[in-house]
């Protein structure tokens, strides 16, 4: 979120105080309105909570199965400049599934294990709710100059907005000009009208735009569609619901990264903060859990699972008949296994295909590494390596499934490099040059058939900043050091890593610069 700005987003039984900060994203208040003209909010607030408490008390929670959500966008402009593009549109889209998919590169799940990934994935609506194709976006020409969350005019035709589309089935994304520079509001899961719900972006925060404005503002208020709080309290004392956040004292406003507040260092990366966009991209187990909650039996949020925005019923197709829901040909890989130890991974799936894709991808690599297989497990040696993610999906011909992705957190965390190798980088920190070393080393893997391969002739070294960005490129060749000049770079967290080639990673660390 841009940086000047803050988000105060909490529950009714979190204090409102004066605010030093008069820019802001209005849910909290949104909600607090909300409940003082239907008391009846707070029984409903009520059993929401009551459910999320025993649902995320379940392990079966905490399923890696894809939930999608078909999205409406409604576009409310004045004039023609807030009529949004397409492209800008689809990177809202995009945004939103970076981090619902845990598709960032930056996430440090070293320094934060508990970092979990939602797997919720938003689509445009294909179907309207009388079951008609639609392309997901509603734009409307109004004349008002801009909206307030007070009425919800946004989110009415007769007072210049646009209707709702039915909660049950849709999530309502409302985009327009709001008073007062307010970043957007959301409805909590149990906290409004039907006719309501949903979230509210200001036309100039919406979309990826610059380095501080990347989307994430709708990110964070879908966090609180899906009964989010932040994760920070007016003092040490109050908490956000979630076990696995620790306690902040005050928002995280810019990117504080080193901040201490409560006795322990502040999660300045969780998209339930109020950093900048480029500062934010984690959520928790805990939060995940509390989110998929809402999908659970009884959940809040459980009828979208089965959307007509999806799905829609037969009888009510009408003049959709030639655009009926696409036949699954080539289903996904199901049954995903799979298996670490001391560095040494397996994966195994079933399906029918005769040909699979599989990834794997450290948390700091914009890019995957991909074999192609035909067979249906796989395995090899992640050196040093003890974060990453791992999907797999059928190729049926010229067609393709979605990713299966794989759970790949391990009893054994402490995977280790093989017997005889070092991989050294000093000084470290560094303001000049920063000196790295390595030992060449055998590199096993195994392709269906075992084979064997030396790695350590033919190397690549590489940089990156915390954002994903690869800052430095080096082809080795038969070296087993490098010196690399950080004159001039900006202070703060790199990460080095050692491939061979094909990309397969060989080593990696971290290196700080001052």
């Known amino acids: 979120m841009a940086l000047v700005f803050l988000c105060l987003a909490i529950f009714s039984y979190r204090s409102l105080e004066a605010q030093e900060k008069t820019i802001y994203c209005g849910s909290d208040a949104y909600l607090q309105h909300q409940q003082s003209v239907d008391p009846n909010l707070d029984r409903t607030l009520n059993e929401v909570a009551v459910q999320t408490r025993l649902a995320t008390s379940t392990v079966e929670l905490r399923s890696r199965d894809t939930i999608v959500i078909p999205v409406i966008f409604h576009i409310i402009y004045q004039n023609e400049l807030d009529n949004l593009s397409l492209a800008l549109i689809e990177s809202q889209l995009e945004a939103l599934n970076q981090d619902f998919l845990g598709l960032d590169p930056s996430r440090d799940m070293q320094q934060y294990p508990q970092i979990a990934t939602p797997y919720i994935k938003f689509i445009f609506a294909p179907y309207d709710p009388n079951g008609k194709p639609s392309t997901g976006i509603i734009r409307k020409k109004t004349d008002q100059s801009s909206f307030t969350r007070r009425g919800d005019a946004i989110k009415f035709d007769e007072t210049g907005g646009s209707d709702a589309w039915p909660r049950t089935d849709y999530l309502?994304?409302?985009?327009g000009v709001m008073e007062g520079g307010y970043l957007g509001y959301a409805q909590f899961p149990g906290g409004g009208k039907a006719a309501t719900d949903g979230i509210v972006i200001n036309t100039r925060y919406f979309g990826r735009r610059s380095g501080t404005s990347l989307g994430?503002?709708?990110?964070h208020e879908v966090g609180h569609w899906l009964n989010l709080q932040h994760i920070w309290g007016r003092g040490c004392q109050e908490d956000d619901g979630v076990a696995d956040t620790p306690n902040a004292e005050y928002p995280g406003y810019g990117c504080p990264q080193e901040r201490e507040t409560c006795g322990n260092r502040d999660m300045i990366g969780n998209l339930m903060d109020l950093s900048d966009d480029n500062c934010?991209?984690?959520?928790?187990?805990?939060?995940v859990d509390r989110m998929r909650a809402q999908f659970a039996p009884g959940g809040f949020r459980e009828s979208l699972l089965y959307s007509i925005g999806i799905h829609p019923k037969e009888e009510e197709?009408?003049?959709c008949e030639g655009n009926p829901p696409p036949e699954v040909t080539c289903p996904a890989p199901q049954n995903l296994s799979f298996f670490i130890q001391n560095g040494y991974f397996k994966a195994s799936w079933e399906g029918m295909a005769e040909n699979y894709v599989f990834q794997l991808k450290l948390p700091f690599m914009n890019q995957w590494i991909e074999l192609s297989r035909s067979g249906k497990d796989i395995a090899g040696y992640l050196s040093g390596f003890t974060a990453f993610e791992a999907r797999v999906r059928s190729v049926c011909g010229s067609e393709k499934?979605?990713?299966?992705?794989?759970?790949?957190?391990s009893s054994d965390r402490k995977s280790s490099s093989p017997t005889g190798s070092t991989f050294t980088v000093r000084p470290n920190p560094v303001g000049d040059i920063a000196q790295i070393e390595w030992m060449p080393i055998d590199f096993h893997y195994i392709r269906g058939e075992t084979t064997l391969r030396e790695i350590g002739k033919h190397t690549y070294l590489s940089l990156y900043n915390t954002n994903g960005v690869r800052v430095y490129h080096q082809a080795c060749q038969d070296e087993q050091s490098a010196s690399v000049n950080v004159q001039g770079w900006s202070a703060g967290l790199y990460f080095v890593l050692l491939t061979d080639e094909q990309?397969?990673?060989i080593h990696r660390a971290k290196l700080m610069v001052h």
Do not use: E, H, K
């Open 280 to 287: 934010m991209n984690l959520f928790t187990q805990g939060q």
């Open 172 to 175: 309502n994304i409302w985009v």
């Open 216 to 219: 994430r503002t709708a990110v």
């Open 503 to 505: 990309g397969y990673p």
């Open 317 to 319: 197709c009408n003049g």
């Open 401 to 409: 499934s979605d990713w299966a992705f794989f759970q790949t957190s």
